[in-house]
C-alpha cells in the first residue's frame, strides 16, 4: 500500500531550467494538492485539483503549472526555475464523504535546489 | 480568508515534562476541520488528530491530548511525560467546509512549532 509517492525525492536545477515534480497516489483519492514548505513559513499550498482535469490556484501559484491528465497523478511543473523555488515541495490527496474532509495523505516531499 | 497561528515557534522541554502548544484559528464558517501533524527530523508529516467544530470534546491519546475551545478559537496539543521521540516541528491546520466546493478541501497550516526534549 504505496499511498502517496512523490518523485524525484532531491534534485538540484541550474536557474532558468524547466522540471517537473510526479505524485501518484493509490487510493482513488479525488482531490490532490501541492503544498511547498519554507522555514517559518509552514505550509503553503501551490496549485490543487479536485478531479480528473481540473485544477485550481492555491496560495503561492505565481512560477508554477500543474496537469491532473488522470486521477491518480498531479504533475507540478517549473518552467524556468528560480532560486526562489528552492524549498521543500509536499504533494497531498483526500477525500470526502459529502463535504466531510477525510483523510489528508501526504508524500514524503521533494527537496528541490536552484541554484 | 482562514489563517492558523501558532504563536511558539520553538519550545525546549526537559525530557519528562509536560508541554502545550498552542494553536488560534480563524475562520468565517460555522462548520470546520482542525488537525494536528507531526513532522519528525526525517522530514514526513504524520497526521496526528483531526476534529470537526462540533465535537468541542477534548481528547486524550496515549500521553497526547487536545483542548478544542471555540470559545476562543483554540485548538492547543498538550504532550504528557515528554520524550525525545516527541522533538519534532508540530503543525497545526484547518479545512473549511462551506461552499463553493472546490474551498472545502484545502488545508491551511500554521507555521509551526519546533519541539526539542532535552534528553
Known amino acids: 500500500n504505496a499511498g502517496v509517492t512523490q518523485t524525484p525525492k532531491f534534485r538540484v536545477l541550474k536557474t532558468g531550467q524547466s522540471m517537473t515534480l510526479l505524485c501518484a497516489q493509490d487510493m482513488n483519492h479525488e482531490y490532490m494538492y501541492w503544498y511547498r514548505q519554507d522555514p517559518g513559513m509552514g505550509l503553503r499550498l501551490i496549485h490543487y485539483s479536485v478531479g480528473e482535469g481540473t485544477t485550481a490556484k492555491g496560495e503561492v501559484p505565481d512560477g508554477y503549472n500543474v496537469s491532473r491528465l488522470k486521477k491518480q497523478n498531479f504533475l507540478l511543473g517549473l518552467e524556468s526555475a528560480a532560486p526562489s523555488q528552492t524549498s521543500v515541495y509536499f504533494c497531498a490527496s483526500s477525500y470526502s464523504i459529502g463535504q466531510d474532509p477525510l483523510g489528508y495523505t501526504f508524500g514524503s516531499g521533494t527537496r528541490l535546489t536552484v541554484v | 480568508a482562514q489563517k492558523v497561528t501558532q504563536a511558539q515557534t520553538e519550545i525546549s522541554v526537559v525530557e519528562k515534562e509536560d508541554v502545550t502548544l498552542d494553536c488560534v484559528y480563524e475562520?468565517?464558517?460555522?462548520?470546520?476541520?482542525l488537525f494536528w501533524y507531526k513532522q519528525p527530523p526525517s522530514g514526513e508529516l504524520v497526521f496526528l488528530i483531526r476534529?470537526?467544530?462540533?465535537?468541542?470534546q477534548n481528547e486524550i491519546s496515549g500521553r497526547y491530548s487536545w483542548n478544542f475551545q471555540k470559545s476562543t478559537s483554540s485548538f492547543n496539543f498538550t504532550i504528557t511525560a515528554s520524550q525525545v521521540v516527541d522533538s519534532a516541528v508540530y503543525f497545526c491546520a484547518l479545512s473549511e467546509w462551506g461552499l463553493p466546493a472546490l474551498a472545502n478541501e484545502k488545508l491551511t497550516f500554521g507555521t509551526g512549532t519546533r519541539l526539542t526534549i532535552i534528553p
Open positions: 476534529r470537526n467544530s462540533f465535537d468541542e
Open positions: 475562520t468565517r464558517d460555522t462548520t470546520y476541520y
